[in-house]
């Protein structure tokens, strides 16, 4: 058993505005650039748990694949190979300076979503990662 898609969804959503919030308003050293990753692999598994039939692990380990792929496109400045002048969205959405504290902000928002998942299935069943 697991939450319902209705629940994943509001998280999604929720995650979204404040995502595009931090983005908008929020110009510090911290809750910009760690805090609003830390959130995107919450808001990347959250997504997934609405729009695929997956399995908890199954969107836990794409969540933290696909933010480390981006951060290593970042490292491989793969965005300037794919055009000259990239469009400002782009830039935005995928990055453009690697850094190693970004993959660090990833893991501890997957590892909190796991503990979150844990607890809840814990209490109504078991879990496991691996």
């Known amino acids: 058993m697991k939450f319902s898609r209705k629940i994943y969804f509001s998280a999604f959503l929720i995650l979204l505005l404040i995502e595009c919030l931090i983005a ?3 110009h510090d050293e911290f809750i910009r650039p760690y805090f609003g990753d830390f959130l995107v692999v919450i808001l990347i598994y959250c997504l997934l748990m609405t729009t695929f039939n997956t399995t908890c692990r199954q ?3 794409i969540s933290i694949l696909v933010a480390f792929a981006v951060e290593f496109s970042q490292y491989f400045r793969l965005i300037y190979y794919l055009s000259d ?3 400002a969205i782009l830039k935005i959405i995928l990055g453009s300076s690697y850094s190693t ?3 660090i902000a990833y893991s501890c928002g997957i590892l ?3 503990l979150i998942e844990s607890v809840t299935f814990r209490i109504r069943g078991s879990f496991r990662i691996f």
């Open 24 to 26: 908008l308003y929020i």
């Open 59 to 61: 969107a836990l380990w």
């Open 85 to 87: 002048a990239p469009p």
């Open 101 to 103: 504290l970004d993959l």
């Open 112 to 114: 909190c979503v796991w």
